[in-house]
C-alpha cells in the first residue's frame, strides 16, 4: 500500500522526552508532519521540570530534516493543556493529531497508598489528557477532522500488583475515549487507544530480561497507523509489544433474561450468565 506520510499536517505528543513519546514523535516527523514536542522534563514520579529532554528530541528531529518545537507545560493543569495547544497553534497555525502519552509512576501497595499518590497519578494520565483534549476539541470539530490516540495499559485493562492508581486513571481513559469517539464520529474525530508493552524509564526497572524484547519503537507503527487520516477505526483499544498487536475488546455475553431473579437464580445460572462463548463487542459510535 502507499506510504502513510503525514504532509501538512501538525502533531501534539505529550510525554515526548524520552521512551513512546520520543519514538511517535520521531517517526511522525519523519514521516513528515510538524510536530509538538511535549514534556515537563520531569522524574518518573512527576516531581521537577526541565524543557531539555524536549529540546533535545526537538534536536533530534532538526537533525534528520524535520520540523518541531519543543514546549514544557505541564498537562496536569487546564492552563498547561491550553498552553500546548496555543503553542502548536500560534507556530503552526493548526492542530491535526495528539497523542496524549505524559505519564507518572506512584506505586504502592493499596494497603500503603495515599491519597496524594492517586491524585498526583490521575492529574497528569487521566485529568492530562483531559485537559490537552478538551483545548483542542474545538480545533479538530471546527476543521471536521482529528485523530487522537490515548495510551491506556494493561494494568487498567486487566490489573497488577501495587498501581490502583495508575490503572483507575488507565481505565479512565478508555472510558473517555469511548465518550469522545460518539461525540467526534459526526466532525471526522477518530480517537482509539493502546496499551503498550514497553521498555521505558518508567517500567525498565520493573521489567527485567523480559525487558529486552520490548523496544519503544516496536509501539509506534501501531500509534502511526491510527494516527493517520486513512485509518477508519475509532473507540478501538490495540495491545501492542514485542512485535504483538492485538486488539482488546469490552464484550458482553449472551447472559440470561429473567424476569423473576433472585440472589439464588444468580447463583444458579452464574454458569451460563458467564459462558464468553457467545458475545457481543461493545463500544464506538452507534452504527445508523
Known sequence: MPSMNFDNEVAIVTGAGGGLGRCHALELARRG????????????????????????????????????????????????????????????????????????????????????????????????????????????????????????????????FGQANYGAAKMGLVGMMHVLAIEGARNGIAINAVAPIARTRMTETIMGEAGKAMDPELVTPVVVYLSHRDCDRTAHIYSVGAGKVRRVFIGVTKGVENTSLTAESVAEAIEEIEDATTFTIRGGPAKE
Open 33 to 160: 508532519a510538524r510536530v509538538v514536542v511535549n514534556d515537563l522534563g520531569s522524574a518518573v514520579d512527576g516531581t521537577g521540570a526541565s524543557i531539555s529532554a524536549a529540546q533535545a528530541v526537538v534536536d533530534e528531529i532538526a537533525s534528520a530534516g524535520g520540523t518541531a518545537i519543543a514546549n514544557g507545560d505541564s498537562v496536569a493543569t487546564e492552563e498547561g493543556g491550553a498552553a500546548i495547544v496555543a503553542a502548536a497553534l500560534d507556530t503552526f497555525g493548526q492542530v491535526d493529531i495528539l497523542i496524549n502519552n505524559a505519564g507518572i509512576l506512584r506505586d504502592a501497595a493499596f494497603k500503603n497508598m495515599t491519597a496524594e499518590q492517586v491524585e498526583a497519578v490521575i492529574s497528569v494520565h487521566l485529568s492530562g489528557a483531559f485537559h490537552v483534549t478538551r483545548a483542542v476539541w474545538p480545533v479538530m470539530r471546527e476543521q471536521n477532522y482529528g485523530r487522537i490516540v490515548q495510551t491506556t495499559s494493561g494494568t487498567g485493562l486487566f490489573g497488577n
